[in-house]
């Protein structure tokens, strides 16, 4: 009994170490097309990734969008790598994250998944491996600060802790850093004071989505509920798309009936957005759906 607790105390603090070093990074870089897949988002996995990262607290983004001061220093994230050991039966997977000089930093626990249909299998098996990396713990610390940037989950909204070494006049200064980490909003703004006293404009996360035209007032669609999701018929009534469940709400993967390419929908400042790719494009699309 005294070893097993001993061995215990020894993984929790191997994992407390680990998760510390998560802290020297800004970024989690999330590719489109991941090495073990021939196509970009397959299974919808990358959007799916960097939705939970988001939602937990971390800074993603996707290796083709990436923000100005990570173009100019790649060495500020860590670049998130899947590892596919899926057998016949059993989709099984881990992910490592890397550094700027492709050393692991960390190594999730193993997510499986029995599901027959691939999309729900990758799903569910990347949400078990991604509660490895809750961001419970994480606050990015950079280089030569002189403490951590505290993350509140209040609101969603994470917010830098008051130096308390400062004198009364200036111990309320605006937030450092403030992020929005839901799938309705994730924006993310950094004031942290430069050398020369000035500070940096808000910085919002880079985005190469191509807006194309929104449906109009009578392309109106109305959800009927079917085994699982929903199917989205016009006014005909004809089905135009179908919507897969997820456990996140008001984020479902789509099939529409008018292209090849699926993608997910989700809701972004009161309205409905279909994402997917054209090629190597990520696109945006707003939708009029009634449910």
Known sequence: ???ILASFILLSCFLGMSQAELNKYKYIIVPVKFDAFKEQNQHQTSTLIKYILVENGFNAVYDNALPEDLLNNRCL??????????????????????????QDIFETQEGKSKEKDYKEAYSGAIKESLRSLSGEGYRYEPAGSKGPIVVSYKDDVKKIAQ????????????????????LDEQSYKDKMPVPSGYT?????LASNAKQVKDIVESDVLYAQAIPNGYQLVDSTPKIVMTLQQTSFSNFYFANPNW?????????????????????????????????
Not at 79 to 100: E, G, I, Q, R, V
Not at 163 to 182: E, F
Not at 200 to 204: I, K
């Open 259 to 291: 292209q090849d390419e699926s993608g997910i929908l989700f809701k972004k400042g009161g309205n409905w957005i279909f994402e997917y790719y054209e090629g190597n494009e990520l696109v945006n699309k707003k939708m009029n759906i009634k449910f």
């Open 200 to 204: 940096q404009e808000e910085m919002p």
């Open 1 to 3: 009994m005294k070893k």
């Open 77 to 102: 994230g860590l670049l998130l790598a899947l590892n596919d050991d899926s057998s016949m039966f059993t989709t099984k997977l881990t992910f490592t994250l890397k550094d700027c000089l492709s």
């Open 163 to 182: 130096n308390a070494t400062q004198d009364t006049k200036s111990n309320n200064p605006a937030p450092v850093v403030q992020q929005k980490a839901t």
